[in-house]
């Protein structure tokens, strides 16, 4: 199989046929949704948040240039100009961040923290992922109150409708729904740089705020205010990580594009139109995004705010789905039933277990919290969280990986590390009042990863430990036992050893088939593997052969399309002269050492409901025999 470093790849890679122009409108509407929609409450949030600043002009120009300078560090510099050059053959997010650095790194001590640090950047990602969309929409809604004052308490229930109405078509694919969201953004964008230009025009002075000076003035005139106020200025970046974790779907380019030529420009003429408003109508900081339009547009400003909030919900929702199969088939979840809901696009999948569970969190986000000025609390900690992770990847990757001159990478990790941490230690004095949300949320998910990896890597161990070598096996088993027509397949998950259920069959059954195929897939910590390098097999001697199936961690598992291809292991399989054997383990809680006794059971709650393997593998259901065993862990 080949690993060679592909730190560097082209559209063409990615397997991308459309142009850059096409692929940008495309990201327009997947990738930039969250920090698209930023403006609509960041803002607001820094002046009457849960720590209010006062509106003049130190604040207002100082707040607008930090906006500015973190856009310019966290995302363009740190983000488009670095992290996305590390792309795990096409794809990325901390997951495949952490993949790459594992593969091309030979510290194998330092690889079990790193791999702790990207299960907890993938932790809290499953903690933003259900803030976010119940930010965006609240905030979306609630500018019907600017419309209308009475509207009030009809803002609860209209984005609780919405919300259920998103999960809802989950399942039916976003593939349609898709095609729209690109010019749907297009025209987002447009009217936030429209209505930033003609704010601006009354208060041309407000471009002077672009000077970092006036965020320094901010900090020296009161920097326990300016610390604080970061807890809100950060949720005008939240969504960064969003143009890494997608860069498979689109590439670096197009969406590098779109962010220097289209977002970016329409979010800085968006805030200077809000700072240039509360400049001349301070009073305006209750809702700045909605206040800039005219009153006869402010109705149309809802809807279209209102149609990209979902959109930047879709996309987190997708994002989720795409993070636990990646997940999954690197071993940190147990298997989950996944729909495929695109015959072309195989990376469109839908899982409904995560849906549901989404749904039902989000909504009861929605009825806690009442409000997003309330959910900005809960909001921001876990963007922040991910980001700080991503840096102390990235400088593994500079330092140890990519041999960065260390006069120029220590220098620049340093200002990350700086942002990202003032940033982080800002959020941090939210946990009282909902920031605690997302903690718990990620600590939950972090306990349930680290357990399912660690219980799978004892339950393989004492099963080695037990295992009868094959080479054994065969001579004794093979010219005692009857032999009966057909092709049996006995799938394991040791690469060496007798599988458990081939042990079971010979002891109850008293015969073996003609031909036995011992399988093993094997989930490499790339996203594709090529189909010259699917299959491996060894013979083993009197029709015994092993058979060892590769499949990257973004790739749809088939089994029975892959063994109809093997051409070197006898005649061709023919799938009704085919049997599959599969283990099903019963885990039994023990004091030997591994792991909490409380961590055992529920690992072994965990493996009772993960999906079977004959569905996992799209095994023929009438070809599928399960013989069960104990196992102490």
Same mark, same amino acid.
């Given at each position: 199989?080949?690993?060679?470093?592909? *730190?560097?790849?082209?559209?063409? #890679?990615?397997?991308?046929?459309?142009?850059?122009?096409?692929?940008?409108?495309?990201?327009?509407?997947?990738?930039?949704?969250?920090?698209?929609? %930023?403006?609509?409450?960041?803002?607001?949030?820094?002046?009457?948040?849960?720590?209010?600043?006062?509106?003049?002009q130190?604040?207002?120009?100082?707040?607008?240039?930090?906006?500015?300078?973190?856009? +310019?560090?966290? !995302?363009?510099? /740190?983000?488009?100009?670095?992290?996305?050059?590390?792309?795990?053959?096409?794809?990325?997010?901390?997951?495949?961040?952490?993949?790459?650095?594992?593969?091309? %790194? %030979?510290?194998?001590?330092?690889?079990?923290?790193?791999?702790?640090?990207?299960?907890?950047?993938?932790?809290?990602?499953?903690?933003?992922?259900?803030?976010?969309?119940?930010?965006?929409?609240?905030?979306?809604?609630?500018?019907?109150?600017?419309?209308?004052?009475?509207?009030?308490?009809?803002?609860?229930p209209?984005?609780?409708?919405?919300?259920?109405?998103?999960?809802?078509?989950?399942?039916?694919?976003?593939?349609?729904?898709?095609?729209?969201?690109?010019?749907?953004?297009v025209?987002?964008?447009?009217?936030?740089?429209?209505?930033?230009?003609?704010?601006?025009?009354?208060?041309?002075?407000?471009?002077?705020?672009?000077?970092?000076?006036?965020?320094?003035?901010?900090?020296?005139? #009161?920097?326990?205010?300016?610390?604080?106020?970061?807890?809100?200025?950060?949720?005008?970046?939240?969504?960064?990580?969003?143009?890494?974790?997608?860069m498979?779907?689109?590439?670096?380019?197009?969406?590098?594009?779109?962010?220097?030529?289209?977002v970016?420009?329409?979010?800085?003429?968006?805030?200077?139109?809000q700072?240039?408003?509360?400049?001349?109508?301070?009073?305006?900081?209750?809702?700045?995004?909605?206040?800039?339009?005219?009153?006869?547009?402010?109705?149309?400003?809802? =809807?279209?705010?209102?149609a990209?909030?979902?959109?930047?919900?879709?996309?987190?929702?997708?994002?989720?789905?795409? $993070?636990?199969?990646?997940?999954?088939?690197?071993?940190?979840?147990?298997?989950?039933?996944?729909?495929?809901?695109?015959?072309?696009?195989? @990376?469109?999948?839908?899982?409904?277990?995560?849906?549901?569970?989404?749904?039902?969190?989000? !909504?009861?986000?929605?009825?806690?919290?009442?409000?997003?000025?309330?959910?900005?609390?809960?909001y @921001?900690?876990?963007?922040?969280g991910?980001?700080?992770? #991503?840096? =102390?990847?990235?400088?593994? &990757?500079?330092?140890? +990986?990519? /041999?960065?001159?260390?006069?120029?990478?220590?220098?620049?990790?340093?200002?990350?590390?700086?942002?990202?941490?003032?940033?982080?230690?800002?959020?941090?004095? /939210?946990?009282?009042?909902?920031?605690?949300?997302?903690?718990?949320?990620?600590?939950?998910?972090?306990?349930?990863?680290?357990t399912?990896?660690?219980?799978?890597?004892?339950?393989?161990?004492?099963?080695?430990?037990?295992?009868?070598?094959?080479?054994?096996?065969?001579?004794?088993?093979?010219?005692?036992?009857a032999?009966?027509?057909?092709?049996?397949?006995?799938?394991?998950?040791?690469?060496?050893?007798?599988?458990?259920?081939?042990?079971?069959?010979?002891?109850?059954?008293?015969?073996?088939?003609?031909?036995?195929?011992?399988?093993? $897939? $094997?989930?490499?910590?790339?996203?594709?593997v090529?189909?010259?390098?699917?299959?491996?097999?060894?013979?083993?001697? *009197?029709?015994?052969?092993?058979?060892?199936?590769?499949?990257?961690?973004?790739?749809?598992?088939?089994?029975?399309? !892959?063994?109809?291809?093997?051409?070197?292991?006898?005649? /061709? +399989?023919?799938?009704?002269?085919?049997s599959?054997?599969l283990?099903?383990?019963?885990?039994?809680?023990?004091?030997?050492?591994?792991?909490? &006794?409380w961590?055992?059971?529920l690992?072994?709650?965990m493996?009772?409901?993960?999906?079977?393997?004959?569905?996992?593998?799209?095994?023929?259901?009438?070809? $599928?025999?399960?013989?069960?065993?104990?196992?102490?862990?």
């Open positions: 199989m080949s690993t060679d470093p592909a *730190s560097a790849t082209t559209l063409q #890679d990615h397997g991308h046929k459309d142009g850059v122009p096409k692929l940008a409108l495309g990201a327009l509407g997947v990738v930039f949704g969250d920090i698209g929609t %930023s403006p609509l409450y960041a803002f607001k949030e820094t002046f009457v948040g849960h720590h209010p600043i006062a509106v003049d130190l604040h207002i120009f100082g707040v607008v240039s930090l906006i500015f300078w973190s856009l +310019v560090l966290v !995302v363009t510099v /740190k983000y488009v100009s670095i992290i996305m050059r590390a792309d795990n053959r096409g794809e990325g997010g901390s997951l495949a961040l952490l993949a790459l650095i594992s593969r091309l %790194s %030979s510290n194998t001590r330092r690889s079990g923290y790193l791999a702790l640090l990207g299960v907890l950047a993938t932790a809290l990602f499953f903690g933003d992922a259900m803030i976010t969309p119940a930010m965006t929409v609240m905030s979306a809604v609630e500018g019907l109150t600017v419309v209308q004052a009475g509207m009030g308490p009809l803002v609860v209209i984005a609780i409708g919405i919300l259920v109405a998103l999960f809802l078509i989950q399942a039916r694919g976003t593939a349609r729904v898709g095609a729209v969201f690109g010019p749907i953004m025209l987002y964008f447009v009217t936030l740089g429209v209505l930033g230009v003609v704010n601006l025009i009354e208060r041309p002075d407000m471009l002077f705020s672009l000077n970092p000076w006036w965020a320094a003035l901010f900090i020296a005139e #009161d920097p326990a205010l300016a610390f604080f106020a970061l807890g809100s200025i950060v949720l005008a970046v939240t969504g960064a990580e969003a143009l890494y974790a997608d498979g779907h689109f590439g670096r380019k197009p969406i590098t594009f779109s962010w220097l030529w289209i970016l420009p329409a979010l800085m003429l968006n805030y200077l139109g700072g240039a408003l509360l400049l001349e109508e301070p009073i305006a900081a209750e809702n700045p995004f909605f206040l800039m339009a005219p009153e006869w547009a402010r109705l149309p400003l809802v =809807l279209l705010a209102t990209a909030a979902i959109i930047a919900s879709q996309a987190v929702i997708t994002g989720t789905f795409s $993070v636990t199969r990646q997940a999954i088939q690197l071993g940190f979840l147990p298997r989950l039933r996944i729909t495929h809901t695109s015959a072309s696009a195989e @990376g469109q999948v839908f899982i409904p277990i995560v849906n549901w569970t989404l749904a039902l969190l989000v !909504v009861l986000l929605v009825l806690g919290f009442k409000s997003s000025s309330n959910l900005a609390a809960a @921001g900690i876990a963007v922040t991910t980001m700080f992770i #991503d840096t =102390l990847l990235l400088g593994v &990757l500079l330092l140890s +990986v990519w /041999k960065w001159n260390r006069w120029v990478a220590v220098p620049l990790l340093a200002v990350f590390l700086l942002v990202d941490g003032m940033y982080f230690a800002s959020n941090l004095t /939210k946990v009282p009042d909902g920031g605690w949300f997302p903690l718990v949320i990620g600590l939950l998910g972090f306990t349930m990863l680290t399912w990896s660690r219980g799978r890597e004892l339950m393989q161990e004492r099963l080695r430990e037990s295992a009868m070598p094959i080479e054994v096996f065969i001579k004794s088993a093979s010219s005692a036992a032999r009966v027509s057909g092709t049996a397949v006995f799938m394991t998950s040791s690469p060496t050893g007798v599988p458990p259920a081939l042990l079971h069959n010979l002891k109850h059954n008293k015969v073996l088939h003609e031909r036995i195929m011992i399988l093993t $897939v $094997v989930i490499d910590e790339i996203p594709y090529s189909e010259e390098d699917r299959i491996g097999t060894v013979m083993l001697g *009197s029709d015994f052969y092993r058979i060892i199936i590769r499949y990257g961690f973004m790739q749809e598992i088939d089994i029975p399309a !892959v063994l109809k291809r093997i051409e070197n292991c006898g005649p /061709k +399989v023919k799938m009704m002269e085919t599959f054997f283990s099903r383990q019963t885990l039994l809680a023990s004091d030997k050492p591994g792991m909490a &006794l961590r055992e059971h690992f072994s709650w493996m009772r409901n993960a999906e079977s393997a004959m569905d996992f593998f799209k095994l023929p259901t009438n070809r $599928v025999v399960e013989l069960g065993s104990q196992v102490e862990i």
